[in-house]
C-alpha cells in the first residue's frame, strides 16, 4: 500500500489536522434586517478584536434596537463609532446600505451575493470592491482580482476598504509563526516536498532494469551508463 493522500488523512478531524475553531469569535455577517425601514437605523461599534484564522479584525456592533452582530472591521473603523445601516445612511467608512443607494465609482467591502446571505466577496483584509454601474439586472462591481460580477441592488455592503491591509507584506521571521497560523486555519505545517530534497535524499533510481513489467519501463531503459559524461583526456607524447 501506498501513502495516503493529505485529505484522506484529515478523516473525521484528527488532532494533527483539526483546526481550533473553539478559539474563534464568531462569523462575520450582517443579520436579517427584515424590518429595516427606508431611513434605517442607528448602531455603534462596541469593540474590535482579533479572530484567530482570519486576517482582518472583527467589529461588534450593536445595532440600537439591542440586537447585536460581528463584521469586518474597515480602515477607520474604531471603537465608540456611531454608524448607520439602512438606504439613508451617508457615505461614511462603516456604515451598511444596500448596493442600489451606492455611487458608482465607490468602494466597498464584505457584499452579499443574494439579499440576506450576510456577505460573500471582499471580506479579507485589505480586499475591496467597486462600483462600477447600475443595471436592471443588478450591480455590477469589480473585484480587487480584477473580476467583473452582478450581484442584486439589494444587496448590503459596507462603505470602505476592510483593515489589515498590509497584513501581508509584512515576512514570517520565524518558522513558528506561518506554523501557528496554519493551525489556526486548520492546515498542516511543514510540508515536506520531494522535489524540494537534496538528490541523496530522494532515493529514487534513475533508470530502470530491462526486466521491469511495462507499467514500470518508463524513461532511461537499461542504460549503459548513468553517471555524468567525462570528456576523454589527450596525452601528448
Known amino acids: 500500500m501506498g501513502k495516503r493522500l493529505r485529505v484522506q488523512r484529515r478523516g473525521r478531524g484528527t488532532p494533527t489536522f483539526r483546526a481550533a475553531t473553539l478559539r474563534r469569535v464568531a462569523p462575520a455577517r450582517y443579520p436579517p434586517f427584515a424590518a429595516l425601514t427606508q431611513e434605517g437605523m442607528r448602531a455603534r461599534v462596541e469593540r474590535i478584536l482579533h479572530d484567530p484564522g482570519r486576517g482582518a479584525p472583527l467589529a461588534l456592533i450593536r445595532c440600537e434596537d439591542g440586537r447585536t452582530f460581528y463584521n469586518i472591521a474597515g480602515e477607520g ?30 468602494t466597498v467591502y464584505n457584499v452579499e451575493k443574494q439579499p440576506a446571505d450576510g456577505g460573500k466577496f471582499a471580506r479579507s483584509s485589505g480586499s475591496h470592491a467597486t462600483v462600477i454601474a447600475h443595471t436592471p439586472a443588478g450591480t455590477t462591481l469589480r473585484l480587487a482580482s480584477g473580476k467583473v460580477i452582478t450581484v442584486h441592488s439589494s444587496s448590503l455592503a459596507t462603505i470602505g476598504v476592510a483593515a489589515a491591509g498590509g497584513r501581508t507584506e509584512k515576512p514570517f521571521m520565524k518558522a513558528g509563526e506561518k506554523y501557528y497560523l496554519m493551525r489556526a486555519r486548520g492546515r498542516k505545517y511543514p510540508l515536506t516536498k520531494s522535489n524540494r530534497m537534496i538528490a541523496a535524499l530522494r532515493r529514487m533510481p534513475g533508470s530502470v532494469p530491462r526486466t521491469a513489467p511495462p507499467g514500470q519501463k518508463v524513461g532511461l531503459i537499461a542504460p549503459r551508463k548513468t553517471g555524468r559524461g567525462r570528456k576523454a583526456r589527450v596525452k601528448f607524447a
Open 77 to 106: 473603523l474604531y471603537e465608540g463609532k456611531e454608524i448607520r445601516i439602512g438606504g439613508a445612511a451617508s457615505l461614511e467608512v462603516g456604515n451598511i446600505v444596500p448596493l442600489a443607494q451606492v455611487p458608482e465609482g465607490s
